[in-house]
C-alpha cells in the first residue's frame, strides 16, 4: 500500500468526525419538533411526519457509516485494512480513497452485489407465489 497508515487513520477519523457532527445535527433538528402536537392540516402533518421518517432514516445510515469507519480503523490497527474480505488481494488505494472504509475489491463488491439482488429477487418471488397459492385456496 503507497499511503502511509498515518494518512489512512487520519482520514478515517476525520470522516469519522463529521459523521458525528451530522448525526448531532440530525438529533437536534429532530427534537425541535414536537411529536404529538398536531398542527396545521392533515397535508401539514403528513408532509411533518414524512420529514421526521427522513430523517430517522438518514440518521440510521450516518450511524451504519459511523460503525463501518469504526470497524476500519480496527482492522488498520490489526494490519488487515486494504485487503478484500473475499479474494484477499490489495484494495487499490483510489478506491480506499473514496471509500475509506472498504472490505472488498471492486469486482468482488460487484460479484457480493448481484448475488444479493439475486437473492432478494428469489424472495421476493416465492413471496408473490405465496401470496397467488392463498388467494386461490380462498377463491
Known amino acids: ?11 478515517l477519523l476525520k470522516m469519522k468526525e463529521e459523521t458525528l457532527k451530522e448525526i448531532n445535527k440530525t438529533v437536534k433538528s429532530g427534537s425541535d419538533i414536537p411529536v404529538n402536537e398536531p ?3 392533515i397535508y401539514d402533518q403528513a408532509s ?10 438518514l440518521g440510521d445510515r450516518e450511524r451504519e457509516k459511523l460503525r463501518n469507519i469504526d470497524e476500519a480503523l480496527l482492522r ?3 494490519g488487515e485494512y486494504g485487503i478484500c474480505e473475499e479474494c484477499e488481494e490489495e484494495i487499490p488505494i483510489g478506491r480506499l480513497k473514496i471509500v475509506p472504509f472498504a472490505r472488498h475489491c471492486v469486482k468482488c463488491k460487484a460479484d457480493l452485489e448481484k448475488q444479493q439482488a439475486q437473492t432478494k429477487r428469489f424472495e421476493e418471488d416465492r413471496a408473490y407465489r405465496d401470496i ?3 388467494e386461490e385456496e380462498e377463491g
Open 76 to 78: 488498520l490497527e490489526e
Open 48 to 57: 411533518s411526519e414524512r420529514d421526521r421518517e427522513l430523517g430517522l432514516l
Open 1 to 11: 500500500m503507497t499511503e502511509k497508515p498515518e494518512e489512512l487513520k487520519a482520514m
Open 39 to 41: 398542527s396545521g392540516d
Open 132 to 134: 397467488s397459492l392463498s
